[in-house]
């Protein structure tokens, strides 16, 4: 959770206390020296406000579960990051990433385990992608990968590199997994989010349904 609202609210509280101060200093003839003890009973108010908002904002972003970015913060960053691409020349390459066989995990191990089968997903795909790239829980065991500036090969090291620390969850857990893999590039496939989504969904269960 970031600090952006903390920051804020501190900072402006404490530009109106100096302001404040240095006017009584200076036509009140109020010492300087005293203690700013209502200053810092506000900049207390203050951080516990920013925090409240910093709260907020987190989780309108995030998936309770897994902790990854939601469907509603893709949605609202996405043109952005098109916008950006798109001054550069650049692609922009999506993955949607299906866990197979989750129902047979859920009646078999509990809600619980499967739950921690997405919790674990979630640090590894994190791990797994670059800085400047997305992971959002996409639904259920879906979960969507937004890598600016990559073409198809790009995504891919991305995906093997998943692949590969899947074997570790597996003697972790005990479960055995599985993931089935769409990928869709803009511009080269299309170039509307919602045709990407849906061209990367139709890849995956296309893999999917061969499995």
Known sequence: MKYTGRIICSMF???IFVIMRVFAYKYLNYPITAPPVGGIICLF???????KYDRAKYCSERDALSGLYNRRFVDNVFPML???????QAKLSIAILDCNNFKAINDTFGHKKGDLVLQDFSVILSNCIRKSDIVARWGGDEFLIVAP?????????????????LHKLYEKLQVELSI??????YPDDTRNFDDLVIFADRAMYSLKNQS
């Open 13 to 15: 509280i404490l530009a």
């Open 45 to 51: 108010i203050a951080w516990w406000l920013g925090k």
């Open 82 to 88: 098109l916008a950006q691409v798109d001054r550069r």
């Open 149 to 165: 500036y990559a073409d198809k090969k790009d995504i891919e090291i991305i995906i093997t590199r998943f692949n590969s620390q």
């Open 180 to 185: 089935s893999v769409g990928i869709a590039v």
